[in-house]
């Protein structure tokens, strides 16, 4: 997709507001606005717009009552919890604000069982923020999969939720036999059913941006790569790196396979001898690299938070772009609260729905000045909306 001039102008409009005039920025949303009570304090979203970008696109009215096994649906999956639900509301946010078809589009919601804001909670809020939104919440239990987890190199990897995307085949109707994955730190810039329309062929079970240039020997411990009978897995295949933050899933497939009990045997090969360290990738490396639908990068221009172990400033990459992806330690929201943005989290700022409150302004964003970034950071931004374009 090409996206409109007006929408990256819009975007360093906005961007050079908010830097120079925050009171103006945070007093110039035009929608009602709603507050849930979560006991010890209030989680604030903006409603969002309600986004008709076409006649020929209607459903019911009554989204509440839209069955998931309609065939003219297309099916998201996200995990929902009080850590990253900033992320996740911006990033449903973008899909609606994007997609050629917004009435279309059905939201399967992954909350886990004993998050600090309950799934109850969570579901009121979402359909607050997004009162025409059809969508369901499920309910993760993490015992299902806690005993399978082990170490990483960063804890936030070790979060069961990270791993509900191993479970979907189960939890969501049988009748949904595709469904988009992604991840909470993610903005679409494009029309999700493009990606939604993607062929699997053959007997592939996922699609996903591959990149056989990146190192693949980085992603498993040297006692996996000097074990001959572990590498017979890669026997037939030619494997390559993936990101399991955006990916297209046949769930009949998924299910035929038995592809969730595939994943769960690496993860106790992994608790009896530790063959790689970055959390719920390796298993999925292990499966299906080398045997995954190869879909354009534009899909996923990942690696934007960073380092996951120190976090960094990272750029996009170069070419067309209708995802964007902050994976890695570094996440869009905390670094614009904490006055230290880095130059791509101001493409994130115009979907977060956040309501922030005065003192959030005071510490945050709003204490930025025009000055905090220099004319190359501007000209950088500039750049980066033309890519866009």
């Known amino acids: 997709m090409v996206v409109p001039f007006r929408f990256c102008a819009a975007v360093l409009f906005l961007t050079c507001v908010c830097l120079i005039s925050p009171p103006f920025c945070s007093g110039s949303r035009l929608f009602p606005t709603g507050e849930i009570d ?3 304090g209030l989680l604030r979203f903006t409603e969002a717009p309600d986004y008709r970008n076409g006649d ?6 009554n989204r509440e009552k839209v ?35 917004p009435e279309n589009v059905f939201f399967h919601f992954i909350a886990a069982e004993f998050d600090p804001v309950s799934p109850r909670v969570l579901q009121k809020l979402v359909r607050s923020t997004f009162p025409s939104l059809s969508f369901k919440v499920y309910i ?8 399978l987890i082990s170490s990483s190199i960063r804890q936030a990897l070790e ?6 995307r191993n479970y979907l085949g189960d939890m969501l109707d049988p009748c949904v036999d595709r469904v988009i994955y992604l991840d909470s730190d993610v903005i679409v810039v494009d ?3 493009k990606l939604w329309n993607i062929t699997l062929t053959g007997s592939r ?3 996903a941006p591959e990149y056989c240039h ?3 020997t980085k992603y498993f411990t040297e006692g996996f790569w000097s074990d001959p009978v572990l590498l017979r897995v890669f026997g037939s295949r030619k494997p390559c790196y993936f990101n399991t933050g955006v990916m297209v899933m046949d769930l009949s497939r998924w299910r035929e396979g038995n592809y969730k009990k595939r994943i769960e045997n690496w993860m106790e090969v992994q608790r009896k001898r530790r063959i790689y360290d970055l959390g719920s990738l390796p298993p999925f490396l292990l499966v299906f690299a080398g045997n995954v639908e190869a879909i354009d990068h534009r899909w996923n221009q990942h690696g934007l938070g960073g380092d996951n172990v120190r976090g960094s400033c990272r750029s996009l990459h170069p070419g067309p772009v209708s995802l964007l992806h902050w994976s890695g330690k570094g996440k869009p929201w905390v670094r614009l609260d904490a006055g230290t943005p880095c130059r791509i989290d101001i493409l994130w700022k115009p979907y977060d729905l956040y309501k922030s409150t005065a003192k959030d302004q005071t510490l945050g964003l709003s204490s930025l000045s025009l000055s905090s970034f220099s004319s190359s950071s501007f000209s950088s931004l500039i750049g980066y909306s033309r890519i866009l374009l």
């Open 67 to 101: 069955s998931s096994c309609d065939a003219s649906l297309v099916h998201i999956a996200m995990t929902l919890d009080s850590e990253y639900l900033r992320g996740s509301i911006a990033a449903a946010h973008s899909v609606l604000k994007h997609a050629s078809c």
């Open 205 to 207: 079970v996922i699609g």
């Open 159 to 164: 979060n069961p939720l990270n791993y509900a």
């Open 140 to 147: 993760f239990r993490e015992d299902t999969v806690i005993n």
């Open 56 to 61: 020929e696109c209607a459903v019911s009215n």
């Open 38 to 40: 979560v006991g010890e």
């Open 214 to 216: 990146a190192d693949f």
């Open 191 to 193: 029309d999700i059913r």
